[in-house]
């Protein structure tokens, strides 16, 4: 790891205008379960690093504005997951916190960062031997023709086929949640399903966001469709590991036919991916196990597997098909 200078500021503003002093270069850190492991990796070689975990007033979670519920961007994952309306209102996100990491990642580890995880494309992650326009625009992408098992099957392009690796962001663009951010020119929203670029021709670029664009809440709007949700993720093995596929699942029946519906990919894409079409063929319907399953299909109907990720067309069908009957029976 490269020497680097530590900055701690106390207030949101102090933060962005230390970034906008010591750009190029500067980079925030919250939890560090992302940044030192790619800095230790040599991905990421920041020459400062901007210490938010001591700003003030953006760790609270507050539910009492009717509304939408706010997150502080640096509120624990553990501490998200837990919370009593978390977990009456929107049990997708508080199941795709639980289902995310270790324990003693989900207690390090921010939503605010948690947004902003990068892929575990080994390739990238690898000591720089290999290539990958992500690491080093232009150089190539040694998974197209390498080992791809767990790469994306929608949204992926000639330059890149990773995977957005995060959980929760996915169960957030079900929710239509936007994050706010703050940068040296004022502050903006940003919904959640726009947060993430595809990678087209230049997957190193991984956000909308500026690289002094601050993340400091977000917010997720209440609602009767949160209550009917579940975020159901198939990987290798039950604990600490990513999705092969999930789906963040919510309905709202009127009646036995579906007044609204929320299917977001997640393991599948290289973007948290909301299936538009999918969600639009069950409204009207009663929401059958035949039905569910024509939205699902629908779902991955652009899906453009590779040599080895075949198997996540039929996964990720399976695994909305069973989201959506879960999230009927709490409806
Ligand atoms: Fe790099 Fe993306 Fe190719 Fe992985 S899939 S090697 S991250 S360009």
Redesign the pocket.
């Known amino acids: 790891m490269r020497d680097f200078a530590y900055l701690r500021p106390r207030e949101a503003g102090e933060a962005v205008a230390l970034h906008a002093r010591h750009s190029p270069g500067a980079r925030y850190f919250a939890g560090g379960t992302t940044l030192f492991d790619l800095m230790k990796l040599g991905v990421e070689s920041p020459a400062t690093v901007i210490d938010v975990t001591r700003l003030e007033g953006l760790a609270g979670i507050d539910a009492s504005r009717r509304g939408e519920l706010r997150i502080g961007a640096l509120a624990p994952m553990s501490d998200v997951a837990e919370h009593a309306t978390v977990q009456r209102e929107f049990p997708a996100l508080s199941e795709a916190l639980w289902k995310a990491a270790s324990q003693q990642l989900r207690n390090m580890a921010t939503v605010g960062g948690n947004l902003l995880q990068r892929?575990r494309?080994a390739?990238?992650r690898g000591a720089g031997e290999?290539?990958?326009?992500?690491?080093v625009p232009g150089s190539?992408?040694?998974?197209?023709d390498g080992l791809?098992r767990g790469?994306a099957v929608l949204g992926a392009s000639e330059?890149?086929?990773?995977v957005y690796p995060g959980d929760m962001a996915v169960a957030l663009a079900a929710f239509d949640a936007v994050v706010d951010t703050l940068s040296p020119r004022g502050e903006r929203a940003v919904p959640v399903r726009e947060l993430h670029r595809a990678?087209g021709s230049t997957?190193h670029l991984e956000t909308v966001l500026a690289e002094d664009e601050l993340i400091v809440r977000i917010r997720v709007p209440r609602g009767p469709i949160g209550r009917a949700s579940t975020y159901h993720k198939v990987r290798d093995r039950e604990s600490y590991a990513f999705a092969l596929a999930s789906a963040a699942v919510a309905v709202q029946l009127q009646g036995n036919r579906v007044a609204d519906a929320r299917i977001a990919l997640g393991g599948v894409a290289t973007r948290p991916w909301r299936a538009d079409e999918a969600e639009r063929s069950l409204v009207g319907r009663p929401l059958t196990r035949a039905a569910a399953r024509r939205a699902a299909e629908l779902a991955f109907a652009e899906a453009r597997p590779l040599a080895h990720n075949g198997f996540k067309v039929a996964l990720g069908i399976e695994t909305v098909t069973d989201a959506l009957m879960i999230a009927k029976d709490r409806s």
């Open positions: 892929t494309c390739y990238f290999y290539a990958c326009n992500k690491r190539g992408c040694a998974a197209l791809n790469h330059a890149c086929v990773a990678p997957p």
